[in-house]
């Protein structure tokens, strides 16, 4: 008698159960949907911490912020211990002391390479620049003769300036010179340097003696031009530096007739070399007055005067003051 026997296969069986091979051998789609569900489960949990601080009162956030400010179970104090705190500006102040020590010590270096009393560079400051008085509104001086408040302000302009040229003032505090030479003075450079005189009374009809307004009131206005002060300059090399005046633009017959103060207009070179004002204090810079008597009247006249000697340059466009100087005269009846 025959028996058979059944033998049932794990793939061909239709009924097998979930615990079976199939159970047991995930797809890898399966598996890559169960990977990103995992992936997003961080993004809900942010999500859910967001909206739990979202439901925070002003109470609940208050409470947070004096808690970081003291803890007082912990001790601390934005989120610092005194131990913390203590080390950390310890550290700061031993840091900043340090800078400043260093830029001190780089200042206190440079500092022993400067003189006081003679700058270390001069390269760039000769030759000298002019300037005139009075300056009142600017480079232009214009008035009324037949007006005195037109005119009132220059001359008052003019005896202020003038003051400490009075004679009796350069008696007291200066000495009497050579004339024609360099007034040199050796010694230490911290020494106080003596000082030539300049009297007022050396510029004659501009020295507002004679005539207390400078000439205004008769519309023959005085002007004075002096350089600017250069530490160790000697101008013109041995011959003294004189001032002329022309008519800078338009009709050269508006000025008719200059004079000019002391002698010739001219810069004696006795009051030079300056040797800065902490040893040359009582140093009072020469003058040269220039006296307008004769001026076209009614009209704008643009006037320049310039120096002239050696090693000076007045014909530099870019610079106006460079060993010249322009300004307008208008004089009205």
Request: glycine residues 10%; neutral net charge.
């Amino acid at each position: 008698m025959l028996t058979f026997f059944h033998v049932s296969h794990p793939g061909m069986d239709g009924n097998a159960s979930p615990g079976g091979a199939e159970g047991q051998h995930r797809s890898p789609h399966q598996e890559e949907n169960k990977h990103e569900e995992k992936v997003r489960d961080p993004d809900r949990g942010e999500d859910r911490t967001k909206a739990e601080m979202g439901s925070k009162t002003w109470a609940d956030l208050a409470a947070e912020m004096k808690m970081f400010l003291w803890n007082p179970e912990e001790r601390t104090c934005l989120g610092r211990t005194a131990k913390s705190w203590g080390l950390i500006l310890l550290f700061y102040f031993v840091f900043y002391t340090c800078l400043a020590g260093m830029f001190a010590f780089c200042l206190y270096v440079v500092l022993l390479t400067l003189s006081p009393y003679t700058p270390t560079y001069r390269d760039r400051v000769s030759p000298p620049g002019v300037m005139i008085r009075p300056y009142v509104n600017g480079f232009t001086i214009a008035f009324n003769v037949s007006q005195p408040n037109t005119w009132q302000p220059y001359v008052d302009s003019m005896h202020h300036f003038l003051a400490a040229y009075d004679d009796k003032v350069q008696e007291e505090k200066n000495i009497e010179c050579v004339s024609g030479q360099y007034f040199i003075q050796g010694g230490n450079e911290s020494e106080e340097k003596k000082a030539c005189q300049f009297k007022r009374s050396l510029l004659q009809n501009c020295s507002g003696i004679e005539d207390p307004t400078f000439g205004y009131s008769k519309g023959q206005p005085c002007i004075l031009l002096k350089m600017n002060r250069i530490i160790g300059y000697r101008p013109g090399a041995g011959v003294p530096v004189s001032v002329d005046c022309k008519v800078q633009k338009g009709n050269e017959s508006d000025l008719r007739s200059v004079d000019f103060y002391p002698g010739n207009g001219t810069f004696d070179l006795m009051y030079y070399p300056y040797y800065g004002k902490m040893t040359h204090v009582n140093y009072t810079s020469p003058l040269v007055a220039m006296h307008f008597t004769d001026v076209k009247k009614g009209n704008l006249v643009h006037i320049q005067c310039s120096l002239n000697g050696k090693g000076i340059i007045n014909n530099l466009n870019s610079d106006r003051f460079l060993g010249r100087i322009i300004f307008t005269l208008s004089i009205g009846k």
